[in-house]
C-alpha cells in the first residue's frame, strides 16, 4: 500500500495537469499534507515565476514536477521547436528554484520512455541516451533528456536528491481529450464513446493492432511514484509494471468496458508512432514489490462512470 512515509510537505508542480490533478485527489482521499502549484501561480517558463513561486512554497520534503507541455499524434512533428524550447525553459527554471529556495527537497521528475532510443526489446535504463528517439517525438524527448540529466547534475554539484522516474502511459478520469493532447488509451476511449453514441458500425482504432506499449490507471501509477519514491534516490529509474499491451488488446478491453458489439477496424494512414516501447522496470519492481491493482476493463470503466456517466 502506499503511503506517505514521513509525512513531510509535497509540493505538486502543475496540480492542474492531468497527472498532478489526481496527486491532489489522492493526498486529499488520504490527508496528506501538500502544497499546488498550478496556471494560476503563473507560466514556469518564465524564471521569475519560477524562483518566485518555490520561495513562497513552504518548505518541503519532496517536489513532485509533473510540467509539461505536450502534444501528440501527427502534430509533433511540425512542432519540435517550440516543444523543445518551452519545456527546456520550465525543466531549467524548476532545476534552479530547487537549487536556491527548496535544496533540503527530494525533486521527483516525471521522464517518458520517448526520451530512450527505439528497440525491439524491453529498454533498461542503462540505454538512455544510447542511441536516436523516435523522430515524432525529438523535441519532446530532448527536453525530458535535458530534465533527467539536470536533476543528476545539479544533486552532484550542490548535494541535492533528486529521482527521476520514466513512467508508463497513463490513463484515468479527466485526462484530455483533445486529439492533440490525448494519449493513445483516452483518445480510444473517447473516439469509442463518440462513434458508439453516434450509431457507428465500427470502432475505429488508430495506429497498428500489434503495437506495444506500457499502460497504467492513474493510480496505479502515483502508487508506483510512490513506492519508488520510498525505496530510490539519486538515479534514473523506469517505474513501470512489465506488462506491456498491445493496441488491440487496448481497443478490446474499451468495447467489453462499454458492452458494445462492433468489430474493430483500423483504417490505414493513421498516425502510428514507434511500434514496440516498453521499459524493463525489474529494478524497481524487484526492490519494491508493487504491482498494480486496476485491471485494464476495471480502469476503462472507471473513466467511462466518470468521463461520461456509463454505468
Known sequence: MASNPDGGLTIILGSDGFLGRNFVRYFNERGWAYHAVGRSAGDLADPDIALRAFKDAPQAERILHLVTCQRTGQVQYGIQGELIAINARIHLNV????????????????????????????????????????????????????????????????????????????????????????????????????????????????G???????????????????????????????????APVTIDQSARAVVEALGWTAPITYPPGTFKGASYKTLDASQFLGKTGWAPKTPLVEGVRKVLANDYGVA
Open 95 to 206: 532545476l534552479e528554484a530547487w537549487r536556491q529556495h527548496q535544496p533540503q527537497a527530494k525533486l521527483i521528475s516525471t521522464g517518458s520512455s520517448c526520451a530512450f532510443p527505439e528497440s525491439d526489446k524491453p529498454i533498461v535504463e542503462a540505454e538512455f541516451q544510447s542511441g536516436p528517439m523516435h523522430p515524432s517525438v525529438r523535441g519532446y524527448g530532448l527536453a525530458k533528456q535535458l530534465l533527467a540529466v539536470g536533476s543528476e547534475t545539479y544533486a552532484s554539484q550542490y548535494g541535492l536528491r533528486y529521482l527521476h522516474l520514466f513512467l508508463a502511459t497513463v490513463y484515468g478520469p479527466d485526462d484530455h481529450k483533445l486529439p492533440e493532447r490525448t494519449h493513445f488509451m483516452t483518445g480510444m476511449i473517447d473516439r469509442a464513446v463518440k462513434e458508439m453514441r453516434g450509431g457507428a458500425s465500427a470502432f475505429t482504432v488508430w
Open 208 to 242: 497498428e493492432p500489434d503495437t506495444v506499449r506500457d499502460l497504467l490507471y492513474v493510480d496505479d501509477q502515483i502508487e508506483a511514484i510512490l513506492a519508488a519514491d520510498g525505496a530510490f534516490e539519486n538515479l534514473m529509474l523506469n517505474c513501470s509494471s512489465n
